[in-house]
């Protein structure tokens, strides 16, 4: 009998030793370990932990609006292409979103309209560095900073990789992971703060007192979920949870409902051996996305995104875009068994409910929606063999000789 075989978009292997010593494990003595290991790899001194990335996004917005005594400074600054959990988490710290455009080479902000933004109304300014990609965070941290705004270095796709040698999460006045299903470390849940910044460490300790610990029975579901996911990641099993539509797998729904917990200390458990490993786990992932990177960026309907000479990224995933919007879902659902996903399926401002909820800067988004209806996102974990790279690669070079449609969508 053949196996029936899919493989997911991105993932981590758990072993189940790991999950089992969360269940034996002294939870104040391994969530020791690991902020030591958080603050080695981000150069951050202070690291607050939280049940996901966006409560963590959240507190810290919520203290950055504390701290800042100009009350004319009421939004967050972030990219038409980012993760929903993004402006999620300025509107549940009850702050303004500002939807900046980015530009479709890089997937950064374009940086001719973020120079037009009128800063006097921003509090704080988000990166994205999605795919493993690092931002231009350089300029973004100076661009903030001169203009008395805050910035958050989001390194929830990106742990591990630099930017002028410096770790991306580090720039700016905080960083924030995340170690939820699909990110460069997991615990199935799960987000960090990461600060140097005294008086936002201030402020987030206070706070942080009166952040509910999780229940028992929470700490027994999440140890559930680990073995779940440990067991249907395998590409044997994958096909099993894909096809529970009650899982919402790979669906991309905006929620600005979520709780804020603390993250439970025992799931450090299986966070550590991951950050012990974290260079080769994230070297084997640029050794596959190089493998996808083949011709110039520019022929056919393919496009390779562009990463500044500066920047050491992690491909967590392989981003590229395909033009021709048909022979992209072509790819999509032809290559889907091998792991290629379309990543977000909307630029920012067209997410069902948002309108209404957010601003939008120069009121276009061209670029985000653009890419919104290009991206597709290719494999590069642990389970992907040589021969799907072959096959993946095939379907590429196909798409590679068909002439594109930039004549027709000016902006790409
Ligand atoms: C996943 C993610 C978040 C939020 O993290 P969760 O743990 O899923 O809440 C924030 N920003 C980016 C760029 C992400 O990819």
Known sequence: ??????????????????????????APASQEVLRNSLTLLTGHDNAFLYS????????????????????????????????????ASVLKAGLRVLVCDIDPHTLDYDRTQLESLDWSTVLTI??????????????????????????????????GATAFGRAVGSFGDAGILSFDKGKVVTSV??????????SLADRLTMEYSSVPSPSRVTLLAEIA????????????????????????????????????????????????????????LNNDRNSIASRYSFGTSEMGTLRNIGVSESAEPIY???????????????????????GCRASYPTCIVDIPGIEGKIAVHNDTCQAGRA????????????????RDIREICAGLSQLQGIPGQSHQTSVV
Not at 371 to 386: E, I, K, N, S, W
């Open 371 to 386: 890419v919104a209806g290009q991206l597709v996102t290719l494999p590069t974990h642990q389970f992907v063999t040589d």
């Open 225 to 280: 979920k680990l073995f779940v996911y440990a067991i249907f990641l395998n590409p044997t099993l994958y096909w099993i949870p894909e096809s529970l539509p009650f899982l919402r797998l790979g669906q991309t729904i905006y929620d600005d409902e979520f709780p804020t917990e603390r993250y439970i200390d025992r799931l450090a458990a299986v966070v550590v051996p991951q950050l012990d490993r974290l260079e080769h």
């Open 316 to 338: 967590l995933r392989y981003p590229v875009r395909i033009t021709n919007s048909r022979l992209r879902l072509n790819f999509l659902k032809s290559y889907r068994k091998l």
């Open 189 to 198: 849940n799960g987000g960090v703060i990461i600060t140097s910044s005294s």
């Open 52 to 87: 996901t990335g966006r409560a963590a996004m959240t507190a810290l917005l919520t203290s950055m609006s504390a701290i800042n005594t100009d009350s004319s400074r009421q939004f967050v600054v972030i990219p038409s292409y980012t993760c929903y959990s993004v402006p």
């Open 126 to 159: 988000v990166s994205s560095n999605l795919y493993g990609i690092p931002n231009d965070l350089a300029y973004l941290e100076h661009l903030a900073h001169s203009n008395g705004a805050f910035m958050i270095d989001d390194a929830a796709q990106c742990l």
């Open 1 to 26: 009998m053949r196996l029936k075989r899919e493989l997911p978009p991105s993932g981590n292997r758990l072993p189940i030793r790991d999950i089992l010593s969360c269940l034996g494990s002294s």
